[in-house]
C-alpha cells in the first residue's frame, strides 16, 4: 500500500482546509489510519486517527473539536476536514497506515507506508 496526502495550501486564519490521503494498493480498508503533522525542528506528531471502518477516531488535544477525520473505502481515501485553523496548525501534514494497533496512537512505529506529506500554511 502506498499513501499519498495532498490538499495543502495557504488559508487564513479562521478559515477551513481538507487534506486527502489518498491509497494505491490492495486492503486499504482493512487497515487504520493516521494523520500526523511535523514543522521544522519538531517530532512528527499525531494529530488524528481513523480504524478500518470509519467507526472510531482518535484526536490529539490540539485537533479536539476543529479536526474531523473520516474515509471513503470505496474511494481508498482518508480525509482530514480542519476547520478554525490557527497559524500553530501551519506544517507538513503526513497520513500513514496503522499496523500495530498499541495504546498510544502517537507511537510512530505502529505506522508504515509513510507518503510525502502536504504543506498546510495559515497565515495570521
Known amino acids: 500500500v502506498q499513501l499519498q496526502a495532498s490538499g495543502g495550501g495557504l488559508v487564513q486564519a479562521g478559515g477551513s482546509l481538507r487534506v486527502s490521503c489518498a491509497a494505491s494498493?490492495?486492503?486499504?480498508?482493512?487497515?487504520?489510519v493516521g494523520w500526523f503533522r511535523q514543522t521544522p525542528g519538531k517530532e512528527r506528531d499525531v494529530v488524528a486517527a481513523i480504524n478500518w471502518s470509519g467507526a472510531h477516531t482518535y484526536y490529539a488535544d490540539s485537533a479536539k473539536g476543529r479536526f474531523f477525520i473520516s474515509r471513503d473505502n470505496a474511494k481508498n481515501t482518508v480525509y482530514l476536514q480542519m476547520n478554525s485553523l490557527k497559524p500553530e496548525d501551519t506544517a507538513v501534514y503526513y497520513c500513514?497506515?496503522?499496523?500495530?494497533?498499541?495504546?498510544?496512537?502517537?507511537?510512530?512505529?505502529?505506522?508504515?507506508?509513510w507518503g510525502q506529506g502536504t504543506l498546510v500554511t495559515v497565515s495570521s
Open positions: 494498493g490492495r486492503a486499504f480498508g482493512y487497515y487504520a
Open positions: 500513514a497506515r496503522r499496523i500495530y494497533s498499541s495504546s498510544d496512537y502517537n507511537l510512530r512505529e505502529d505506522y508504515d507506508s
